[in-house]
C-alpha cells in the first residue's frame, strides 16, 4: 500500500482480555517494527521483524507479549491477559532492508484497558 | 550504549520566529538520522533524513545539519507558524546491531498565534 495502516485505531478492552493489533506496512519493505509509547512518554522498541523472522525481539515487556509476521507483510502483535499498564499507543513502522532508508510509521494504534 | 538527548524538552515561540532544535547523540557510528513531527495522539511523520555522509537536508521552511564527529544535528524551522506546534523527535540508526533506531525524548513545541 501507499503508507502503513494500523487497525485498529482505538481499542478499549478490559482487564485481563487479550487483544490482537494488526500493522500492514509499505509493500516490498522487509523491515517492521513495533514501538509503544506510554501517555508523556518517548518511544519504547518492542520488537523487530526482517521479513518473517524476528531477530530483535528484546523489548517485549513480559511474555504476555507476542508478536508474528507472515508472509512477509502484515504482522499482528498480540498482548495477552491484558493489564492497565498495557495502555498505551502502539506504532508501527517499516523501512527498505537497505540501511540507508528510514522509518516510515502508521498512525498507531491507541489501546486503553479498563 | 547509543543516547539520544534532546533539549530543550519544551519550547514557547511566537509565531514568525526561526527557531533551533538540538538533538545529540553519544556513539557517532551512525548510518544516518531521521527527524520526525509527532501530533498529539498521532504517528510520527518523517520530516528530513540526513545520511552520515552529509552535511545538511532542506525541505521547505525545515533545514536538518549533522556533525556526526560531534554527536550533534540541529532542526531549523523557519518564519514558525501555529501549525508547527507538534513534538519533534530525532533519532539516529546505528551500525551496529540490528540497526535499530535510537530515539530521543523528543522537543514539545508551541507557536503561539
Known amino acids: 500500500g501507499a503508507g502503513v495502516s494500523q487497525s485498529p485505531s482505538n481499542k478499549v478492552t478490559e482487564k485481563g482480555k487479550d487483544v490482537e493489533l494488526r500493522c500492514d506496512p509499505i509493500s516490498g519493505h522487509t523491515a517492521l517494527y513495533w514501538y509503544r509509547q506510554s501517555l508523556g512518554q518517548g518511544l519504547e522498541f518492542l520488537i523487530y521483524?526482517?521479513?518473517?523472522?524476528?531477530?530483535?525481539k528484546s523489548g517485549l515487556p513480559s511474555d504476555r507479549f507476542s508478536a508474528e509476521r507472515t508472509g512477509g507483510s502484515v504482522s499482528t502483535l498480540t498482548i495477552q491477559r491484558t493489564q492497565q499498564e498495557d495502555s498505551a499507543v502502539y506504532l508501527c513502522?517499516?523501512?527498505?532492508?537497505?540501511?540507508?532508508?528510514?522509518?516510515?510509521f502508521g498512525s498507531g494504534t491507541r489501546l486503553t484497558v479498563v | 550504549k547509543q543516547e539520544v538527548t534532546q533539549i530543550p524538552a519544551a519550547l514557547s515561540v511566537p509565531e514568525g520566529e526561526n527557531l533551533v532544535l538540538n538533538c545529540s547523540f553519544t556513539?557517532?557510528?551512525?548510518?544516518?538520522l531521521q527527524w520526525f513531527r509527532q501530533d498529539p495522539g498521532k504517528g510520527l511523520t518523517s520530516l528530513l533524513l540526513i545520511q552520515s555522509s552529509q552535511r545538511e537536508q532542506t525541505s521547505g521552511r525545515l533545514n536538518a545539519s549533522l556533525d556526526k564527529s560531534s554527536g550533534r544535528s540541529t532542526l531549523y524551522i523557519a518564519a514558525s507558524q501555529p501549525g508547527d506546534s507538534a513534538t519533534y523527535l530525532c533519532?539516529?540508526?546505528?551500525?551496529?546491531?540490528?540497526?535499530?533506531?535510537?530515539f530521543g525524548t523528543g522537543t514539545r513545541l508551541k507557536v503561539l498565534a
Open positions: 533519532a539516529v540508526r546505528p551500525t551496529s546491531g540490528t540497526y535499530k533506531y535510537i
Open positions: 521483524f526482517q521479513g518473517n523472522s524476528a531477530p530483535d
Open positions: 513502522a517499516s523501512s527498505n532492508r537497505a540501511v540507508e532508508y528510514g522509518y516510515t
Open positions: 556513539d557517532s557510528a551512525i548510518y544516518n
